[in-house]
C-alpha cells in the first residue's frame, strides 16, 4: 500500500490510504502537544518539540486510560491501545492538495470515555462522501483531564487540549488539503458540551466558524470551583495521597506524579457512588463558576455564537436514556423520560429557543430511528453515530441488533449528504428551515420520510 508524506510545522508525517475508502488519505497519531505525562501531569498542553524524520501516522493510535462504561451495554466496549501521553489526532482527506471544509470530531462519553481516532469514528466515509478533511481529536479523560485541587490543577485540561487541537488545525491542516478558515467542530454528548464551551470561551474565538452539537447534556451543568475542589479532595485521598500533603503543593505534585493512571481509575471508582448521585453521573466537569448551570451556559454560548456569527446545528435522539438503563417497567420508562426532559431535551429545546431569538442561524434535528419497532434501546443516545460516520459496518452495537442493513446504508447516505451540506456552508436539506421560536421546524430521521415538523418539547 503505498504511503505519503505531509509536512506539518513540527515535521513529516507518514500516512497511507483508507482500506475500506482508497481515495481517502488517513494520518494516525499525529501528536499535537508533548504527551502529558511526568512532570506535565496536571499541566496545560504544551506545544510538541519539532521531531527528525518521519512520523509514523500509518496506524491508529491510542487513547486515554478508562475503565468500562455503562454506555458499553448499548454500545459495545471502546477498541484502542490505551496510553496517557495520548494528546494525539488523526487527520482523513481526499487529497493533500487543495483547500476544503475541515470537521473536527469531540467524542463523547461523560468525560470519562472514548476516544477520537476508534474504528466506530473513523473519519474516512465522511472525508470520501463529504469532500472533507476530518480530524478526530483525542483529549484528556477523567481525573487527569478535570480534576481540580489547589495547588496541583486549576485549568480545564481537556478543554485545554481541545483548543490546543483545534489551534494545531489552524496552524497545519492546509499541509493536508483543508482550508484553515472553514472549520466545523463537532461533537456528541459530553463532546457536544464541550463545543457548547467552546462557544461560550474567548479563547475559541476564530478557531472555527460552523459547529455541531449531538446530544449535549446540558441539563447537567458546569462545576463550581468549590464543588470541583470537594470532588478533587476525595480522589485525591482515594488514590492514596497522604492528607498533610494536601496543603504543600510541591510534595503533591510530586506526590501524584510517581501514581499510575489506573490508580486514578480505580479511585474515580471508589468516590462515584459519594458525589455521582449529586452530579448526575458526571463527577468530572469543566469548571466555570460564571455559567456554571444550565441557563447560564445557555446565555453564554448563545451571546458567543452571536458574536462570531457561527451557525449551528443541534440534534438529539428520540429515546436518549433508553441507553442508560435496562429497566422498561411502565415506572421505570416514566422516570426514564422525566430525566431525559431534564438533562436532554429541555435544556437543548431551550437552548435552541435563545439562539433563535438572539438571531443566531441554528436548525434542530432529532433521531428516531430504531432497528425495528419495539427495538429495546430504541432511537437511544448514540445511535445516531454509526449513520453519521457511515460506519454502520463496524459498529457491532446491540442497540443496532436487528437492523435491515441496506436501510441503514441508505439512512446513513442521507444524514451525511445533509451534514456534508452542512459543513460546506449550505442549508442541510433544502426544506430544512432554522429553528424558531414560533415555528420549531426540526428534521427528523426516521429511515423513511425524514420529515421536517413542527415539534414542541413534549412532542
Known amino acids: 500500500m503505498t504511503d505519503i508524506l505531509a509536512t506539518t510545522q513540527t515535521g513529516l508525517v507518514r500516512g497511507r490510504r483508507s482500506e475500506t475508502h482508497p481515495s481517502v488519505l488517513q494520518f494516525h497519531g499525529i501528536p499535537y502537544a508533548e504527551p502529558p505525562v511526568g512532570r506535565r501531569r496536571f499541566a496545560r498542553p504544551e506545544a510538541k518539540e519539532p521531531w527528525t524524520g518521519v512520523w509514523d501516522g500509518t496506524r491508529r493510535g491510542a487513547i486515554f486510560p478508562q475503565g468500562p462504561s455503562d454506555l458499553d451495554r448499548p454500545m459495545g466496549p471502546t477498541e484502542g491501545e490505551r496510553w496517557e501521553g495520548a494528546l494525539t489526532l488523526s487527520v482523513s482527506t481526499p487529497s493533500v492538495e487543495g483547500a476544503r471544509p475541515v470537521a473536527l470530531w469531540l467524542h463523547g462519553g461523560a468525560n470519562c470515555y472514548g476516544g477520537g481516532d476508534v474504528p466506530w469514528y473513523d473519519g474516512a466515509s465522511l472525508a470520501a462522501n463529504g469532500d472533507m478533511v476530518v480530524v478526530n481529536v483525542n483529549y484528556r479523560l477523567g481525573a487527569l483531564g478535570l480534576l481540580h485541587y489547589p495547588g496541583l490543577n486549576e485549568e480545564n485540561l481537556a478543554q485545554c487540549d481541545q483548543l490546543a487541537a483545534l489551534r494545531w488545525v489552524r496552524a497545519n491542516i492546509a499541509a493536508f488539503g483543508g482550508d484553515p478558515n472553514r472549520v466545523t467542530v463537532f461533537g456528541q454528548s459530553a463532546g457536544g458540551n464541550a463545543v457548547i464551551y467552546m462557544l461560550a470561551h474567548p479563547d475559541a474565538e476564530g478557531l472555527f466558524q460552523r459547529a455541531v452539537m449531538l446530544s449535549p447534556s446540558i441539563g447537567r ?239
Open 221 to 459: 451543568g458546569h462545576h463550581t470551583m468549590a464543588d470541583a475542589h470537594r470532588i478533587g479532595r476525595a480522589v485525591l485521598l482515594a488514590v492514596g495521597v497522604d492528607p498533610e500533603v494536601l496543603d504543600h503543593p510541591e510534595e503533591l505534585r510530586k506526590a501524584v506524579e510517581k501514581l499510575s493512571p489506573e490508580a486514578f481509575l480505580a479511585a474515580t471508582d471508589w468516590v462515584m457512588p459519594e458525589f455521582g448521585p449529586e452530579f448526575g453521573g458526571m463527577i468530572f466537569k469543566p469548571v466555570m463558576d460564571a455559567w456554571h448551570t444550565p441557563e447560564a451556559t445557555i446565555r453564554a454560548a448563545v451571546a458567543g455564537a452571536k458574536r462570531c456569527g457561527i451557525p449551528m446545528l443541534l440534534g438529539t435522539t428520540r429515546d436518549e436514556f433508553l441507553a442508560f438503563s435496562e429497566e422498561r417497567s411502565p415506572e421505570a420508562l416514566t422516570a426514564l423520560k422525566a430525566g431525559q426532559k431534564a438533562r436532554f431535551d429541555g435544556p437543548d429545546y431551550a437552548f435552541a429557543e435563545a439562539a433563535a431569538d438572539a438571531g443566531c442561524e441554528i436548525r434542530k434535528m432529532r433521531f428516531d430511528w430504531t432497528p425495528a419497532p419495539d427495538a429495546h434501546y430504541g432511537a437511544c443516545h448514540c445511535i445516531d453515530l454509526p449513520f453519521l460516520f457511515g460506519t454502520t459496518d463496524t459498529w457491532k452495537a446491540p442497540m443496532l441488533a436487528g437492523g435491515d442493513t441496506e436501510a441503514m446504508r441508505a439512512l446513513s447516505r442521507d444524514l451525511q449528504r445533509a451534514f456534508t451540506r452542512f459543513v460546506h456552508g449550505d442549508a442541510p436539506c433544502d426544506d430544512w428551515p432554522r429553528f424558531t421560536r414560533e415555528e420549531p421546524m426540526t428534521k427528523r430521521w426516521d429511515g423513511q420520510a425524514n420529515p421536517v415538523t413542527a415539534l414542541r418539547l413534549d412532542d
